[in-house]
Nanobody, 118 residues
Framework: QVQLVESGGGLVQPGGSLRLSCAASGNIFSTNWMAWYRQAPTKERELVAI???????NYADSMKDRFTISRDNAKNTVFLQMRDLKPEDTAVYYC????????????WGQGTQVTVSS
């Protein structure tokens, strides 16, 4: 089992910044991927950013110039630095970890709310 706990969400004005954190505990493996997803009201969950254990990253096109994913493997923590936030970034942000080599290794956090509003 793996537990993921997100933090850092909140209310921010348009143009502002936030840094989300996701602390992982339990059966953590060095080969796992870490990712951030988000889900806005009435919309499907979408990928924000993803990072391999080796540091390779990929982003959704609409966020790649404003968001940065990073991880501290020693602390089993993944971060999402968000800047120049827009009202359309308002969503619940979820942390995810999965493995491409271990079947069934796919875990989610409970989510943290990000609201961008003046």
């Amino acid at each position: 089992q793996v537990q993921l706990v997100e933090s850092g969400g909140g209310l921010v004005q348009p143009g502002g910044s936030l840094r989300l954190s996701c602390a992982a505990s339990g059966n953590i493996f060095s080969t796992n991927w870490m990712a951030w997803y988000r889900q806005a009201p009435t919309k499907e969950r979408e990928l924000v950013a993803i990072m391999s254990s080796g540091g390779a990253t990929n982003y959704a096109d609409s966020m790649k110039d404003r968001f940065t994913i990073s991880r501290d493997n020693a602390k089993n923590t993944v971060f999402l630095q968000m800047r120049d936030l827009k009202p359309e970034d308002t969503a619940v942000y979820y942390c995810n970890t999965f493995s491409s080599v271990i079947p069934g290794y796919d875990y989610w956090g409970q989510g943290t709310q990000v609201t961008v509003s003046s």
